[in-house]
Structures are given as structure tokens and as C-alpha cells.
């Protein structure tokens, strides 16, 4: 999916990347659902069909409501972890991941060790870039409504991957350039933010 404007961004050196889960953590045994990034391409997402242990875990009503997606779509239309995550590999390819939720992170390891892999690239916080820019609260707040203009649609996994991409693209095409990143931590109750961006 192409949203007007971002391909004539110059391109960054890291994807965004989000998370749809079976319910939060905080609300019981937690499991990714769909998983989604976006780039100066575009976006796109993947289904996961549950393992058969997270098959009996949690699923509260508010997520489904929130998503839209049902354990009976994940059954017809999700794809087996490994090929999720061999596939989100290679479009990553040797780029940096950026989310703005610890839980993403959370939910990032639990795919690559469904998928077989004892440890996953790190996710970095989105703060990091925000800091090292050093914008202003201003900006902050335009640049997000300027994503949710482009991007209307949430709470799916590549939409939202699209928003933080689309505020970070208008931003500062250069800030897949700066150092020092903020790995997220692997907490199922760890929510940072930035102080000012707040994804809806």
C-alpha cells in the first residue's frame, strides 16, 4: 500500500514495524496476531496462526473489537510463525526495526521463538529518533496530523506501522542516519513513549 508523498522522501535505513496481539498483556496470556512494517514503499502485514499452545492463552473481547480480527480468520488465513518471520526477515533485510511500544518488542521475540530462533534483531524506540532530532513538541503534533490525514485506517498491524512511518518521514528524511538507538526492552508491561507522540 503507496501513500502519496512517502516514496519522494529520501529513503531511511530502518522499517517500522507493529503489532497485533490476541489482548494486551496486562490483560492475561498475550500472543502476536499480526505483525506489519512500512518503509518509503509502502506497507504490508502478515497473519499468524497461533501455536498450538497459544491456542488456549487469552483473547479478550477488547481486542477483538479494536482489530477485527477473530481466531477463526488467524485458523483460515494466518501463516505458520516461521514463514511469518522468514518472511519479515528479508523485507527488513539488514535495515533497523523501530516501534513506539515496548510491547512490540515483547511480541517480536515471542514470533522469533515460535519461529525457531533463539533471538531476534533488536526493536529500537522511536524516542530515540525523536530525541536525537531534537524537534519540537510543535512538530511533533504537526507531523502527526499530517500521518492521520495520509493514514486514516488503525489498528491494524501495517497501518500502524504506515502512521509511525509517515510521522517519522515528515519529521526528518535523515533519521535512519543517527546513532545511539533505544533498544525495547522484552517486558509485557513495558509502555514507553515518546513524552509527545502519542499513537492513537
Known amino acids: 500500500m503507496a501513500i502519496a508523498g512517502i516514496t519522494e522522501i529520501a529513503p531511511m535505513d530502518y522499517v517500522t514495524i507493529d503489532f497485533e496481539a490476541s489482548c494486551l498483556p496486562r490483560h492475561g496470556r498475550s500472543f502476536p496476531i499480526e505483525v506489519g512494517i512500512a518503509d518509503a514503499k509502502g506497507a504490508r502485514s502478515w497473519l499468524i496462526r497461533p501455536l498450538t499452545d497459544w491456542r488456549a492463552w487469552d483473547w479478550t473481547r477488547e481486542a477483538l473489537d479494536l482489530h477485527g480480527i477473530s481466531p477463526e480468520q488467524l485458523e483460515q488465513e494466518g501463516m505458520p510463525a516461521?514463514?511469518?518471520?522468514?518472511?519479515?526477515?528479508?523485507?527488513?533485510?539488514?535495515?533497523?526495526?523501530?516501534?513506539?511500544?515496548g510491547i512490540d518488542g515483547y511480541w517480536w521475540d515471542m514470533l522469533a521463538k515460535a519461529a525457531g530462533r533463539e533471538s531476534a534483531r533488536p526493536?529500537?524506540?522511536?524516542?530515540?529518533?525523536?530525541?536525537?532530532?531534537?524537534?519540537?513538541?510543535?512538530?511533533?503534533?504537526?507531523a502527526q496530523r499530517h500521518a492521520d490525514r495520509l493514514c486514516p485506517a488503525r489498528h491494524r498491524a501495517a497501518n500502524d506501522a504506515l502512521w509511525l512511518w509517515t510521522v517519522l518521514a515528515k519529521l526528518e528524511p535523515r533519521a535512519g542516519e543517527l546513532p545511539h538507538p533505544a533498544y525495547l526492552p522484552s517486558l509485557p508491561n513495558y509502555e514507553p513513549r515518546s513524552m509527545v507522540l502519542q499513537n492513537r
Do not use: Q
Not at 516461521?82 to 511500544?101: Q, T
Not at 526493536?123 to 512538530?139: C, F, G, N, Q
Open 82 to 101: 516461521d514463514r511469518v518471520f522468514a518472511e519479515l526477515d528479508r523485507a527488513v533485510g539488514g535495515r533497523r526495526l523501530v516501534a513506539d511500544s
Open 123 to 142: 526493536i529500537e524506540h522511536v524516542s530515540a529518533i525523536l530525541d536525537a532530532l531534537a524537534v519540537t513538541s510543535e512538530d511533533i503534533f504537526a
